[in-house]
């Protein structure tokens, strides 16, 4: 399967919103409701913020939302900070335990 | 606490064999699939393939069908990715992950192993 499409960068100032979108196809992305986001800094492992679409693990920033309309995923940052400066990707169920990742997004605060 | 400790760097030449590992601890190491995870200098993530331990179901990405091997010992609740002749385009760093709260995220990371192919 190939990788989900994601924008390579997006920017904002501290206290702005960003959206990263995340395309893939009616086989996945639009057949499941199980889009995964991960946060990754420099040099660290991915941090898990969404699951399932729209749910927040425990600990996560409530400034982190998710969403889905039909074959296109979306990450909403809402009142951007410094710390939020970072790579995110998605990522779905694609049937058959397999999983597929995003291109990555890079996020800067300006 | 869950943990999921990984293996220590490696560097190796091409054509020699390798296998990593991912210890597991804080839970029932049987019951949860881990996943692989490739990434490569400067680039995104790649998922690789995932193992039930309890029977050692394995499901692999198209991508790395044949070219890698995931198994599971649970006696020792460790996780392993294998190589028979690695290639210089398998430098990468290489992550296991289990999930947590849905029924396919990856909640929980290990450190990771970087693994260096260099002639």
């Known amino acids: 399967q190939s990788a989900l499409t994601q924008p390579r960068s997006v920017s904002g100032s501290p206290g702005q919103s960003v959206t990263i979108s995340c395309t893939g196809t009616s086989s996945n992305v639009g057949r499941y409701n199980y889009v995964s986001w991960y946060q990754q800094h420099p040099g660290k492992a991915p941090r898990l913020i969404i699951y399932?679409?729209?749910n927040r693990p425990s600990g996560v920033p409530d400034r982190f939302s998710g969403s889905k309309s039909g074959s296109t995923a979306s990450l909403t940052i809402s009142g951007l900070q410094a710390e939020d400066e970072a790579d995110y990707y998605c990522?779905?169920?694609?049937?058959?335990?397999?999983?597929?990742f995003g291109t990555g997004t890079k996020v800067a605060v300006l | 606490e869950v943990q999921l400790v990984q293996s220590g760097a490696e560097v190796k030449k091409p054509g020699e064999s390798l296998k990593i590992s991912c210890k597991g601890s804080g839970y029932s190491f049987a019951s949860y699939w881990i996943g692989w995870v490739r990434q490569r200098p400067g680039e995104g993530l790649e998922w690789v393939g995932i193992i039930y331990p309890h029977d050692s179901d394995a499901r692999y990405s198209p991508s790395f069908q044949g070219q890698v091997t995931v198994s599971a010992d649970t006696s020792v609740t460790t996780a392993y990715l294998q190589w028979d002749s690695l290639k210089a385009s398998d430098t990468a760093m290489y992550y296991c992950a289990r999930r947590a709260y849905g029924a396919y995220d990856f909640a929980y990371w290990g450190q990771g192993t970087l693994v260096t192919v260099s002639a």
């Open positions: 990522c779905t169920y694609a049937g058959n335990y397999a999983r597929v």
């Open positions: 399932d679409v729209i």
